[in-house]
């Protein structure tokens, strides 16, 4: 042990390994739900309360998918089974939201309600989608990720580098920041350069004007649904690949999820993207222990020995809930300035 | 026959009478005008000749066809176009792309259409790439003129185009307009700058609640003593 030093390399292998990439591919989980949010928001013009829970339904899709797949042995080595069942548990998400626009939000766009009648109405949703998901897979948490679990281990880092910290890269981690990645670039390109996404743009700017102009505003709708969907399925599988799937867990993103959506100013995506990793950095770095990353940096004479935790884990959620509140206090338009819904 | 004719139309906003048999006409290439106090029903002829509202009697022709019974969108696909008197652009989006969502019906290219905007509204090709929030506001109502243009409409209805602008952003907005009637459109538009629109117009209504009280040429208008001391201030 060379505790006797400063080893700055070693400390910073450490956060790297407990604060960097947990709270980056935390951060990404975050930044897609909070994308479908701020679509819905957008577009359909109210909050979605029903998001967290529609990405526990996407998931038991997957669970369901891929345990099924393993047993009949369709699985590629390497990969996680439950990515090879995303592309149809998209499916089957799209079909699950479509319907409940159908059968829930249709009649209360017919009747012109305002938005915090349809945000009722969505934590109808987000019970019912609850309960099915709890009533299908049970309320207990389950793991469902196979394949390899790392990209690369901490004790093969620790050979290759010959640090005594070690860093690993698990696949869920890996999987989750470069899936992110091409959904976001994706989302993006589709909204700044397609027809469609331009079409959503407009409709979402001028809704009356889109109509003026031909724009067809079922299309929009279902389009806005089927993006929501993809972004919904993904998010869900690659958290529970990360931390494991249990309903109460994924119904609890909701305040995160809305934290950073609200905190990177509601209905502008790239603030949606933003708000994520401010909340998932705030919560990884705020209840992480530095002790040992204090004891890599400090002298003998001042090593800590208390843990040097701010914030025990059980109340990570209350990090997210005092930035919402801060954020509303200080700069309720968020940091980048979303818009805020007039019903007329 | 007119190549664009309301006729008799009566319309309500639920149980409040609008319109009582009000019949207004515009020819291609001709400047129509509507006119009269607050409530008279101007807005309202718009909204039913565009299939917003629903008549409860009377017809829409164009070019002799009855519309009466299309929807909104049917109607825009057959040569109206619309600019309404506010929110008439899409703020985040760019000059380019509000073009481009106004022509968002058309299945063929729609880029010659938009260089024909930009050739009449030149400035708006050197700020095509800015967001048409940040526009001044003749240069935005520009852009609401040139999305309206983009399903290259034969009519343009325009609601009180110079709504809450300075005098002189008025001369600009009145000469576009005069830049448009002369390219072959029919313009059909309500005002309530009354004195200045009956000036450019070549033919004008007064619309008192919801029934036409005076209808001739502008000039005419301008000169009718009654109409200049009830509704042109003497």
């Not at chain 2, 696909?77 to 073009?99: C, D, I, R, W, Y």
């Amino acid at each position: 042990m060379t505790s006797e030093s400063i080893d700055i390399i070693n400390a910073f292998a450490l956060l790297t390994n407990f604060v960097l990439l947990p709270a980056l591919s935390y951060g990404s989980q975050l930044a897609l739900g909070a994308l479908a949010v701020t679509l819905v928001y957008s577009v359909l013009r109210f909050s979605n309360f029903a998001q967290a829970d529609s990405m526990a339904f996407g998931t038991m899709i997957v669970i369901l998918l891929s345990s099924f797949m393993i047993g009949k042995g369709w699985t590629i080595s390497g990969i996680p089974t439950a990515l090879l069942a995303v592309p149809i548990a998209i499916v089957g998400t799209s079909i699950y939201l479509l319907s409940m626009d159908r059968l829930v939000y249709q009649h209360y766009r017919k009747i012109k309600a305002k938005s915090i009648t349809i945000v009722m109405a969505s934590i109808g949703v987000m019970f019912i989608t609850g309960g099915i998901v709890r009533f299908i897979l049970s309320a207990k948490a389950q793991k469902f990720a196979d394949g390899e679990r790392f990209i690369f281990s901490v004790r093969e880092f620790k050979t290759y580098t010959g640090l005594e910290q070690g860093i690993a890269l698990k696949t869920s981690q890996f999987l989750t920041i470069t899936i992110a990645l091409i959904l976001v670039a994706f989302v993006f390109y589709f909204l700044q350069k397609t027809r469609t996404g331009k079409a959503m743009r407009a409709f979402s700017d001028n809704k009356e004007l889109a109509l003026l102009s031909g724009i067809n505003p079922d299309k929009v709708v279902q389009i806005t649904w089927l993006l929501v969907a993809v972004l919904t399925t993904i998010a869900g599988t690659l958290y529970g690949l990360d931390k494991g799937f249990a309903p109460q867990q994924y119904h609890l993103l909701l305040l995160p999820i809305f934290a950073s959506v609200i905190v990177g100013g509601i209905g502008s995506p790239v603030g949606a993207i933003a708000g994520a990793f401010l909340i998932s950095f705030s919560e990884v770095l705020l209840t992480y222990a530095y002790k040992k990353f204090l004891i890599y940096l400090l002298p003998l004479s001042m090593h800590p020995s208390s843990l040097v935790q701010l914030i025990g884990t059980e109340y990570k959620y209350a990090i997210s809930f005092v930035i919402l509140v801060v954020v509303l206090l200080i700069k309720p338009t968020g940091l980048f300035r979303g818009k805020v819904i007039v019903d007329d | 026959m007119a190549y664009l004719e309301g006729k008799n139309l009566v319309a309500s906003y639920g149980v409040v009478p609008i319109l009582h048999e009000c019949s207004v006409e515009v020819e291609k290439g001709e400047l129509a005008v509507i006119v009269g106090p607050n409530g008279a029903g101007k807005s309202t002829v718009m909204r039913v000749l565009l299939g917003m509202l629903d008549a409860t009697s009377g017809s829409v022709t164009l070019d002799g066809k009855d519309i009466s019974m299309l929807s909104t969108q049917d109607r825009i696909s057959h040569g109206l176009a619309f600019v309404p008197q506010t929110k008439n652009v899409f703020p985040s989006m760019t000059v380019e792309e509000n073009l481009q969502m106004g022509g968002f019906i058309r299945q063929d290219d729609i880029n010659k259409t938009i260089e024909e905007v930009y050739a009449l509204f030149p400035i708006l090709y050197d700020k095509r790439k800015q967001l048409a929030e940040q526009l001044s506001g003749g240069q935005r109502q520009q852009v609401a003129f040139g999305r309206a243009m983009m399903t290259k409409p034969s009519i343009m209805l325009l609601d009180e185009p110079t709504a809450g602008v300075s005098p002189i952003v008025m001369d600009e907005i009145f000469s576009n307009i005069l830049d448009v009637r002369n390219a072959g459109m029919a313009v059909l538009m309500v005002e309530q700058n009354a004195q200045q629109a009956l000036k450019i117009a070549d033919k004008g209504y007064v619309l008192v609640s919801g029934r036409n009280e005076h209808t001739g040429t502008g000039k005419e208008l301008i000169n009718n003593p009654e109409v200049r001391k009830k509704f042109l201030g003497g």
